[in-house]
């Protein structure tokens, strides 16, 4: 794979990674109602933390893709690093 195609790859990976990512987290809040059967129940909770999963899959992924296209894509390479760690950074110092 191209190094410019791998900067481009893990762009559209970080985007993806923090849909999902929040996607995941957001689908799990707040309670069920009562008459949902605890089986149904599961099976969201389930499918929530596959889909989160896969959210910080992709932005490791991308991570990865932006390290490996550093030499020829060294501008969007960057962009790709900022855009997973600084988000990643507000989220923990926003909890402190």
Not at 41 to 65: D, N
């Amino acid at each position: 794979m191209k190094q410019t195609a791998a900067a481009n790859l893990a762009l559209l990976l970080v985007l993806a990674g923090w849909l999902l990512a929040y996607y995941g987290v957001m689908s799990q809040l707040g309670d069920p109602s009562p008459s949902v059967p605890h089986a149904q129940i599961e099976a969201a909770r389930r499918q929530s933390l596959a889909v989160l999963f896969i959210g910080v899959a992709s932005l490791l992924t991308a991570l990865w893709l932006s390290g490996y296209s550093f030499s020829g894509a060294k501008v969007r390479a960057i962009t790709c690093v900022a855009l997973v760690l600084l988000p990643s950074v507000a989220v923990v110092w926003s909890s402190l």
